[in-house]
T-cell receptor
Framework: GESVGLHLPTLSVQEGDNSIINCAYSNSASDYFIWYKQESGKGPQFIIDIRSNMDKRQGQRVTVLLNKTVKHLSLQIAATQPGDSAVYFCAVFTGGGNKLTFGTGTQLKVEL | DTGVSQDPRHKITKRGQNVTFRCDPISEHNRLYWYRQTLGQGPEFLTYFQNEAQLEKSRLLSDRFSAERPKGSFSTLEIQRTEQGDSAMYLC??????????????FGNGTRLTVT
């Protein structure tokens, strides 16, 4: 089955710096990836997604990079703000695109 | 903005009791998912519905768990004879399918279950 993992459980950054959160996946047939943000006591919130026919996608202050060769994706947050403090999950669609499999998550802490 | 709504937000119950949670998805979404999340972990898939049909159940969903979506709108998740290991956050999500690619799941804020 699909497994999704993250390299670091906790990431601390200074306010205003850029943040990079990494994620590895195991199934080379995976073709749709999503990043979610989860604040304490809330459900996961959609941030950005990317298909396997792309290697980069940009949103507002966020960029997702996909490297299919090494089965790795990353989330870059520009000019990190205190409101970005949360747990970030990468998730991949499996089962013919019918369900999301989540990684363990990275806790992002923004220091003032 | 009417997102995914879950009720109750918190539930404390004694071991052996039955509990039922409700999820109201985004109105035009035809798919509804249940996930379970324990502290420090990512959400784990439990089951999903397309309209009123339950199409897949995880092995995590023991026979004490049952989910329904009788009219293809709201869904309920019941846990019978609760155990302490059932303590977790139960998340509901919905999406609109029919196209390619799949669409992102939109999550509710969950029901936090504590079994004492």
């Amino acid at each position: 089955g699909e497994s999704v993992g993250l390299h670091l459980p906790t990431l601390s950054v200074q306010e205003g710096d850029n943040s990079i959160i990494n994620c590895a996946y195991s199934n080379s047939a995976s073709d749709y990836f999503i990043w979610y943000k989860q604040e304490s006591g809330k459900g996961p919130q959609f941030i950005i997604d990317i298909r396997s026919n792309m290697d980069k996608r940009q949103g507002q202050r966020v960029t997702v990079l996909l490297n299919k060769t090494v089965k790795h994706l990353s989330l870059q947050i520009a000019a990190t703000q205190p409101g970005d403090s949360a747990v970030y999950f990468c998730a991949v669609f499996t089962g013919g695109g019918n369900k999301l499999t989540f990684g363990t998550g990275t806790q992002l802490k923004v220091e003032l | 903005d009417t997102g995914v709504s879950q009720d109750p937000r918190h539930k404390i119950t004694k071991r052996g009791q039955n509990v039922t949670f409700r999820c109201d998805p985004i109105s035009e979404h035809n798919r509804l998912y249940w996930y379970r999340q324990t502290l420090g972990q990512g959400p784990e898939f439990l089951t999903y519905f397309q309209n009123e049909a339950q199409l897949e159940k995880s092995r995590l969903l023991s026979d004490r768990f049952s989910a329904e979506r009788p009219k293809g709108s709201f869904s309920t998740l019941e846990i019978q004879r609760t155990e302490q290991g059932d303590s977790a956050m139960y998340l509901c999500a919905s999406s609109l399918t029919g196209g390619d690619p799949p669409t992102p799941l939109h999550f509710g804020n969950g029901t936090r279950l504590t079994v004492t």
